[in-house]
């Protein structure tokens, strides 16, 4: 807990395979949505990553309710950790799986922009890449201990373009095997990367106040 005060980040862990295994497969027989067209869904087979979709990017928010691994998951160690960070107030959110395809471009692309989160009056996201992820596959950067800076700048400024990102420190690639995972603190500066080949990422999110929970469990 003190490395995550510190510096927004937990350092970076692995699942047990089997565990991702069948997370994945319970992916296997969900739709996912284009995040810019909400209108277009469809199957993702994780075992053989081809975009047959109009989209580069989908996700599922709903895959704890198809998952009986993740809902124990996050009933366990990712509720004990959340505990842990945010207090006897901690709340589980939301679930996110993610799923981005080559083809988009990261030139003035908000989805591959620094920027950091405003969720709830504090939060604590976990991720887990469900595919290897190597530089090729569009991995997470963090700024770790950008959130601690008093610069004005930070403030007026929840989106920075990569020139500006030497005013908080260097980037920290984050790679790694299936099951790799991280807690993070997305108040500190952070972005996806445009991939070459597929990622694939779960996201929990756990937050503190009423108003903005969804009751999924």
């Known amino acids: 807990m003190t490395e995550l005060e510190a510096v927004g980040f937990s350092g970076v862990f692995s699942l047990p395979p089997e565990m991702v295994l069948q997370i994945r497969m319970d992916c296997e027989s969900e ?19 081809i975009n047959q979709g109009k989209g580069v990017i989908y996700g599922n928010f709903e895959m704890h309710k198809k998952s ?9 160690d990712l509720g004990k950790v959340a505990t842990a960070y945010l207090g006897s ?23 591959f922009g620094w920027h950091y989160d405003v969720d709830d009056f504090k939060f604590l996201k976990f991720f887990c890449y469900l ?11 963090i700024v770790p201990g950008s959130h601690n800076t008093r610069h004005l700048f930070r ?4 989106q920075v373009g990569n020139a500006d ?9 984050l ?3 299936a099951g ?3 807690f993070e603190d997305t108040i500190i500066y952070h972005k996806g990367t445009r991939p070459i080949s597929p990622r694939v990422i779960l996201q929990v999110q756990f937050g503190v106040s009423d108003n903005n929970l969804q009751n999924l469990l």
């Open 31 to 49: 739709e996912f949505t284009n995040r810019h067209d909400p209108a277009e869904r469809h199957h993702i087979k994780f075992s053989d990553l």
């Open 68 to 76: 009986p691994t993740l809902s124990r998951l996050i009933h366990g």
């Open 89 to 111: 107030s901690a709340r589980f959110m939301n679930t996110q799986v993610w799923v981005t395809f080559p083809g988009a471009t990261e030139h003035n692309n908000k989805d």
């Open 131 to 141: 595919n290897p992820v190597t530089k090729d596959h569009g991995p997470h950067l």
């Open 155 to 158: 403030f007026f400024n929840r």
């Open 165 to 173: 990102m030497h005013t908080f420190g260097d980037p920290l690639t």
């Open 175 to 177: 790679m790694g095997e």
């Open 180 to 182: 790799t995972f991280f």
